[in-house]
DNA sequence: ATATTAGTTCGTTTAAAACCGAACCAAATA
DNA sequence: TATTTGGTTCGGTTTTAAACGAACTAATAT
């Protein structure tokens, strides 16, 4: 891999998480991690790849190490950690977010039941978004589980 | 509708909807019209049910028409409009936000195509998260498509 | 003409997120 | 014991988003 394509590549990726909510640096971060590999990258590779202070890179790394985007390996007798994207979880971690599909039902639903017009239009349209979004909710889990069957 | 449960509806929306990336008072506006009708509300009702300052209610009220997620109609003879929600783009918007699957499924194909190894392990993790989002912004519109059918 | 009213625009304030650097800690090394 | 190294913590600065108020526009009403 030639050097300027991994940083204009970094650079998209850090584009791209951004647009997701994510810090700048996490952005970045996980982009060099894309275009590592198992082996790890070490915090002083990082931080000055993504060009950061160590501390952002410190903090960016820890969250994402809470949510299980990034381990670490580590070699008895070096004091270093070689930190890795897992892309493992990200797969169950869209399952997760089809729960937003479950809970913005029952915010529906729920406005539904404190109105006193239940057939209007606007009522028919709600209940109909609802249902909508409670189809989402079954539907989600189950495509997502076909895939994992399919490959296992 | 009595009173309180209205306001503690607009809150709890308010809170939803800022967890999902819309500024407060857009939240509480959301709300707020959840709980009204198709006829519609003033701008000055909407400005003192969310008790925030005209321009907020303004400015977060044309971003709403922009997305199209709240139209207003008009009365000859009437100057003021009267603001609902439009709940059919929801539909069409979750839609929409199924081509972010087939966005990151290129993301990562295109990491996988500066790579130098093709069969690492990582390399086939990528592969396989690339593959997975392929899977997912094919079945998503298919999923929705038949729940259209269904209804309609 | 004058006064209201519906809503917008603009410049400022407030508040929160992102980031930084310096000081620090703890393990390993010399 | 002193030094280096990998990484964390803390306080402060910069940047960005959110909200505000006051001044304004344009339409209607008096």
């Known amino acids: 891999m030639n050097e300027k394509a991994r940083v204009d590549y970094v650079e998209k990726v850090g584009v791209f998480f951004e647009q997701n909510g994510y810090p700048p640096v996490a952005g970045r ?3 060099y991690l894309m275009t590592s590999n198992e082996k790890g990258r070490t915090f002083y590779e990082i931080h000055q790849f993504v060009n950061a202070s160590k501390s952002s890179v410190s903090n960016a790394l820890n969250k994402l190490v809470e949510k299980g985007l990034v381990k670490y390996l580590t070699i008895s007798g070096d004091r270093k950690r070689y930190f890795f994207l ?9 399952k997760e977010r089809a729960e937003f599909f479950s809970s913005f039902a ?6 539904v039941s404190i109105r006193d017009d239940q057939d209007s239009e606007f009522a028919r349209d709600l209940k109909k978004l609802e249902a909508f979004h409670k189809y989402l909710a079954e539907e989600m889990p189950k495509i997502i589980d076909k895939w994992e069957k399919m490959h296992s």
């Open 29 to 31: 971060l996980i982009g």
């Open 86 to 94: 897992d892309l493992k979880p990200w797969i169950g971690q869209t």
């Open 106 to 111: 029952s915010l529906v639903g729920h406005c």
